[in-house]
């Protein structure tokens, strides 16, 4: 995809990254691979996938060079995502090279991670051990059949056994995430909390957004937050968590806490107003929105055998600014003229 014209930013490298509407950017989602050990029905075709080229796959060196411009512009923390990023060789390398980042204020960035779990018993160590702060591990089902159906393989153990070590960790705060659907896995929504607060985790559900890429998403197959909350209210007592902030999931305390639940509604609820996220493609398209049909593309600036004139830090610190003046109010999901993103979830990266 091409690169959408801009005129010059008037911004400077070490500025922060704020758009047209004030919001000021501190989350960079950095996709590593389009690939998945599963096949969730939501997400990806069981078969006939057109994967990313591996040339066109960033490189470590390339992810480390944007992260750094990012870090310099005030992204404080990037959370990987794919595909699956533990399919890639090199994940524990790229947790230590972006740990070692530091803001301009001397600070190190914080890193995160979204997984489905298979492989997260055998690489954790690493992981923690080379700098990562955060792990979202995904759950739709507890029901052996339920997930087979859902992502095509027969997996679920492994990825209970990867939540059942990183629950062995200590590694705070953990996560799971759920895709509430109904008719599929909606008579589980209280069986998965109790699952999440015995594992010393969070549970979190997901509204299901058009984000398939057989672009098959239904608004009548949705679960919305009101439904959510109030399957867990015939279990629980709930109060609203006020205090939000950019943070994409909606949060109660359970029976007063401590322990809490979240909702991410992108839907029924949008929060873009308060939006700081930014992504980055495994293959090196910027992002303003998981929604967008505009893309930004540093490929030509990393690659390029003649830098332009500002270097190629200064070129990404552009190609940044203008993805994020770039940036709409809101994702319009619900406008009758909304156009569903021509990738997939996999593709662009959680």
Known sequence: MPTPAAPASPASPGDLLVDTHGRVHRDLRISLTDRCSLRCTYCMPEQGNEWLARSSILTLD?????????????????????????????????????????????????????????RLREVLPGLIGAGLSRLNISLDTLR?????????????????????????????????????????????????????????????????????????????????????????????????????GGAPAARWLIDDGPTAVGVIASVTAPFCGDCDRLRLTADGQLRNCLFSTTEYDLVPILRSQEPAETGVDGSIDRML????????????????????PARGMNAIGG
Do not use: Y
């Open 144 to 244: 052996r059949d339920r997930f087979h159906e859902l992502t095509r393989r027969d997996r679920l153990d492994d990825v209970l056994d990867g939540i059942a070590a990183a629950a062995e960790s200590g590694l705070r705060p953990l996560k799971l995430n759920a895709v509430a659907m109904r008719d599929v896995n909606d008579d589980e929504l209280a069986d998965l909390v109790e699952f999440a607060i015995g594992h010393g985790a969070e549970m979190r559900f997901i509204e299901q957004m058009p984000l398939d890429a057989g672009h098959t998403w239904d608004r009548s197959r949705m679960v919305t937050q009101d439904e959510i909350l109030a399957a867990l209210a015939a279990r629980w007592r709930l109060t609203a968590v006020p205090g939000r």
């Open 62 to 118: 390339e992810i480390e060079q944007i992260a750094r411009v990012a870090a310099a512009d005030g992204i404080t923390t990037f959370r990987l995502t794919g595909g699956e990023p533990l399919l890639r060789p090199d994940i524990v390398e790229v947790v230590a090279r972006l740990a070692a980042i530091t803001g301009p204020d001397g600070r190190g960035v914080e890193i995160a991670m979204t997984t489905n779990g298979i």
């Open 321 to 340: 600014r203008d993805c994020v003046r770039g940036k709409l109010p809101g994702h319009a999901i619900n406008d009758p003229a909304f156009l569903q």
